[in-house]
């Protein structure tokens, strides 16, 4: 194991012990396995991943399995919920067209934030979504539906006219358009979808980490906690912000797949 490995598991070390600060690394974002199920490495992030799909499967599920005309506190919650996806970014960035998608839409919002969430939950403290497999596989699960959509509405000729070519320009200016519009549409959605949501749960969790150990690190001594005190504060004030980041990330996240989805409905001119 190297010095940077002991560091970054640190728990005893406070200032004036003679000791280096444990600052967060690499290691802070990587988990033993808990077992082993084949060549697979079933580690505490793929918990995670997991029991937050159960919450949401069992929250629709009880708030949904018997709905009343009047509505129960749980059922009340999640047709808030179903019906913020609904109006505030299906009907908003779709409009009509929309309605088949809610229900891939609703999903995909709860989950991403549910795993962004996972970051300020005693005993998980880590979002999944801070490892990049999964943006990235969520990312290809969009890409996947927006190609399907895309050249079932449109027919194969219509659907690359409709990822590559936009209508009502000068011909010659097609020639450079054209693959610029290719890379951004078929190429660079997917990748900057899945590096914007990882990117902001990766340095929000860097970010508390690093205040709450420095917190833990300066408790050793009476003057060390005089400066402890602001850090923790501000641990603290960065928990209440990243609270709001997950929930924004998971909003942005789902808005830029519905915008992909309405201009994959769109007929080729």
């Not at 129960?72 to 929309?98: H, N, S, T």
């Not at 060390?224 to 923790?232: E, K, W």
Request: charged content about 10%; glycine content about 6%.
């Amino acid at each position: 194991m190297s010095n940077e490995e002991v560091l970054a598991f640190e728990t005893d070390c406070h200032l004036f012990q003679d000791c280096g600060f444990p600052a967060p690394s690499v290691w802070s974002f990587l988990f033993e396995p808990i077992v082993h199920i084949g060549p697979i490495e079933f580690n505490k992030i793929m918990l995670l991943a997991l029991l937050g799909t159960a919450l949401i499967l069992t929250f629709f599920w009880a708030a949904f399995a018997n709905p009343k005309v009047v509505p129960g506190k749980l059922q009340m919650v999640a047709e808030a919920g179903y019906d913020f996806v609904r109006r505030g970014i299906a009907r908003e960035v779709m409009g009509k067209k929309g309605e088949p998608f809610v229900p891939f839409l609703v999903s995909l919002f709860f989950f991403v934030w549910i795993m962004n969430l996972w970051a300020v939950i005693p005993f998980a403290q880590f979002p999944v979504t801070s490892a990049i497999a999964f943006p990235a596989g969520l990312a290809v699960v969009v890409w996947i539906t927006y190609m399907t959509v895309t050249f079932r509405t449109n027919g194969f000729v219509g659907g690359i006219r409709n990822l590559c070519v936009p209508s009502g320009l000068p011909k010659p200016i097609y020639v450079i358009l054209t693959p610029i519009e290719f890379f951004s549409n078929v190429l660079l959605r997917p990748f900057t979808l899945a590096v914007r949501l990882f990117a902001n749960m990766f340095a929000g969790h860097l970010l508390l980490l690093l205040f709450t150990i420095a917190s833990w690190y300066m408790m050793g001594s009476f003057v060390g906690t005089l400066y402890a005190i602001p850090s923790l504060a501000l641990a603290l004030v960065l928990t209440g912000f990243e609270m709001f980041i997950q929930a924004l990330q998971a909003y942005v996240f789902v808005v830029l797949t519905a915008n992909y989805l309405s201009q994959a409905l769109e007929e080729a001119h």
